[in-house]
């Protein structure tokens, strides 16, 4: 079967940017997809994708003009169905391979098999193979129809009506943009298919202004990039555009001195990428006078607003050059270098003028304000969730530091969130935080409060730094978790991919500054003094979602917007939220772990005992990696397995260990090992040392064996049986405290 490479390509109206790069990969992947599966293509067929603001393309190779015929086995009813008793077939028979294509003819051809308990008949047959233009028009199709478009317009295109003497006539389009031209090239060959109103041909559009011709004629399918290049001045393919402009920008950077660096932002490149068909770097410049502002307002600006490259210098201060990446290359680019100053000017103005005035008020004085802002209507105002962020805050101070700690982080807590209240957060909502900074600093406070104001909000995202101080990162937690507390409260949670208030990201947020900074905090006590917090000003919060709970029926409105409950109901309510809350965490904490190459059964072991000291984790996982290794590991979970669900079964029972009570040899021999290994284990593990109690404890293999074989523990004597159970929950409870050992057993 012969083949040659295949070329599509929708011209279209400039696409939107920051959806370019996912809509050409898009694309190009359900095409192959679609030829694959209509068996068009060959095992080893690849494709690019093509993407530029105003096309997006495909280069598909090894695709055959017609797809390979197939053999077909397909059942077609049972013997007893398909054959009367004298072996003619029935009108049921007749029915299904009519329509199949075939007749009578076909039943002394037909195959018996066994299917299942019966036997049945199967029709063999060639289905012939699709050819191209048929194929192509299903795959092209099928690729349009999965786009992941943001937003689809409408748009109407004139069709004739086929009558003599009457108008045209309208039908209406749906796509991301107006398309323009659609080319479909195999080999040489148009491939009359059609999409959008369109039929295939050979000619498609180069850049609207630099051109060298149009339309741009193309020869054939690999001819694509390079004419699209030397005859179109376009760049098709977005990873080659991206590429020059690194390239350029680098360049240009270098041209300037050693002194200055490119701030690649790569969501930006990615942006700007999906802006222009050919790059043009360019360097610009702005008056040293707006250096002033603090430089992430002006690189925020300059980025999010203007698209373009800022340059700092070798100790990461911003300089006052920049560079633009254009889609047009002039001889002479004084115009547009200039057009590109000028327009930024304003925008610098702008964020000059709102950090001269924001200073003109102090960060205590907007305090009071944020009682005016609300919250959310079940859990008040900024000005009451900041006052529970300072008594959370002050609690976590008081245990780390004490009452220095305490009353730094308060005073942090208290003036956190007023910069919100700001001309320049008020623009930029991304510098919350930032800014607070600051207008600490110009408000005479110290580098501890304004650090701590700054980093309150860390770790923003996967992977970012966390808060540079303990005052910092005692306000951080006590953000996060009066968000997590709150929001679980009133039954706000996070419901498949939407997670409006960010509560996963809150939830790991505290889980690193507890590992990372190695906090003396026990998970618990910090959740509860949050929750205390909230009773403590009469916020009563409760379980929103507990439907079919009859002790909820009370649940009301309050009139602070809370909702609450009385009595009984209340601190049921309460404990389902504080129960949900401590398993949304460790849910979290395992993903973060399984992440980091440990095994879900390892994992599964360490938090079934919802460890406290969540810095000690990732020390009871290496324990527990070293104690799978060893030989008696296997022995000893299966033990612990059996020990664990004979102590279920005898809840309530079970006594101190007498050793005179001890009869067979097997358990005092169980008895004495666990004397002479369980203390050292217990002092090993007090001390941290976790990979050493597990070994010590892997010398009771042995004894625990000869127990389970020789002693029957369920005795008749119930003093006898209390006995042995008391001894197995003493030896449960030392073989557990590092992990849950069971959940090893296979």
């Not at 780390?400 to 001309?423: I, P």
Request: net charge negative; hydrophobic share 45%; with cysteine.
């Amino acid at each position: 079967m012969t083949t040659k490479n295949l070329l599509v390509e929708l011209f279209v109206e400039e696409l939107p940017p920051k959806a370019l790069k996912k809509l050409g990969d898009a694309f190009a992947g359900v095409l192959l997809e679609q030829l694959k599966a209509l068996g068009l293509t060959a095992a080893d067929s690849a494709v690019t994708p093509f993407a530029s603001p105003r096309r997006l393309a495909a280069h598909v190779t090894a695709v055959a003009e017609r797809a390979a015929d197939k053999a077909v086995s397909q059942k077609l009813m049972p013997v007893s169905v398909g054959l009367d008793v004298n072996g003619q077939p029935t009108p049921a028979l007749l029915k299904r391979l009519a329509a199949l294509g075939a007749d009578a003819s076909a039943v002394p051809g037909l195959k018996r098999a066994p299917d299942g308990k019966a036997e049945a008949l199967f029709y063999d047959s060639v289905v012939p193979g699709v050819d191209l233009a048929v194929g192509l028009q299903k795959a092209l199709d099928e690729a349009i129809a999965k786009l992941p478009i943001p937003k689809v317009m409408s748009y109407q295109l004139e069709t004739d009506c086929g009558i003599p003497n009457f108008l045209p006539g309208w039908t209406s389009v749906h796509f991301v943009r107006p398309a323009h031209g659609l080319v479909a090239l195999h080999g040489s060959d148009v491939v009359p298919v059609k999409a959008l109103g369109l039929t295939a041909g050979n000619a498609t559009q180069g850049h609207r202004f630099e051109a060298a011709k149009s339309p741009v004629l193309l020869a054939d399918a690999d001819s694509y990039a390079q004419t699209l290049l030397t005859d179109g001045s376009v760049i098709a393919s977005f990873n080659d555009r991206r590429f020059a402009i690194v390239q350029q920008l680098a360049q240009a950077a270098e041209r300037l001195g050693p002194g200055y660096e490119v701030l690649m932002d790569e969501a930006l490149l990615d942006e700007v990428t999906a802006l222009v068909e050919r790059p043009n770097v360019l360097t610009c410049g702005f008056e040293e006078q707006f250096l002033e502002v603090p430089q992430e307002c002006l690189i925020l600006t300059m980025k999010a607003n203007q698209k373009y490259f800022p340059l700092v210098d070798t100790h990461g201060k911003l300089t006052n050059q920049f560079l633009v990446v254009s889609n047009i290359s002039p001889d002479d680019a004084s115009a547009v270098i200039g057009g590109n100053e000028r327009v930024v000017r304003p925008r610098l103005a702008d964020a000059k003028f709102f950090f001269d005035q924001d200073r003109k008020k102090t960060l205590a004085s907007r305090v009071e304000g944020l009682g005016k802002v609300v919250y959310h209507n079940k859990l008040g105002t900024q000005g009451e969730r900041v006052e529970r962020v300072r008594a959370i805050a002050r609690a976590i101070g008081q245990q780390l530091g004490g009452d220095v700690l305490a009353q730094s982080a308060d005073t942090a807590a208290q003036l956190a969130k007023t910069d919100l209240l700001t001309d320049m957060v008020g623009e930029f909502p991304e510098l919350q935080g930032i800014m607070g900074g600051y207008y600490a600093r110009h408000d005479g406070l110290s580098e501890d409060i304004a650090f701590a104001i700054e980093d309150h909000y860390k770790p923003r995202f996967a992977g970012d730094e966390l808060p540079r101080n303990m005052t910092g990162v005692v306000v951080a937690l006590a953000d996060k978790l009066e968000t997590l507390v709150g929001m679980f409260g009133i039954g706000n949670l996070p419901t498949g991919d939407k997670d409006p208030f960010a509560l996963r990201r809150h939830a790991l947020g505290v889980i690193r500054m507890l590992v990372e900074k190695d906090l003396s905090l026990d998970l618990d006590t910090v959740l509860y003094s949050a929750w205390d917090v909230y009773e403590d000003e009469s916020i009563q919060i409760a379980w929103g979602k507990a439907q079919g709970e009859k002790d909820l029926k009370a649940l009301k409105e309050s009139g602070k917007g809370g909702i609450v409950a009385s009595g009984h109901s209340k601190r049921v309510a309460d404990e389902r939220a504080r129960v949900a809350l401590v398993d949304f965490i460790y849910d979290r904490l395992a993903g973060g772990l399984r992440e980091q190459d440990f095994s879900a059964q390892e994992v599964d072991a360490v938090l079934a005992l919802r460890p406290q000291r969540l810095a000690d984790v990732s020390q009871r996982l290496q324990a527990v990696r070293a104690f799978a290794a060893l030989p008696a590991a296997a022995a000893l979970a299966a033990a612990n397995k059996r020990i664990g669900n004979i102590l279920k079964k005898s809840e309530g029972e079970g006594a101190a260990v007498q050793e005179s009570r001890l009869v067979e040899v097997a358990e005092k021999d169980l008895f004495a090992a666990m004397q002479a290994t369980v203390p050292a284990a217990d002092a090993e593990f007090a001390n941290g040392d976790y990979t050493a109690s597990l070994m010590t404890l892997a010398a009771l293999r042995a004894p625990v064996d000869a127990f389970f074989d020789g002693v029957m523990v369920n005795a008749e004597d119930p003093a006898l049986r209390a006995n042995r159970l008391g001894l197995l929950k003493h030896l449960h409870e030392a073989m557990n405290r590092v992990a849950d050992l069971s959940r090893l057993a296979t």
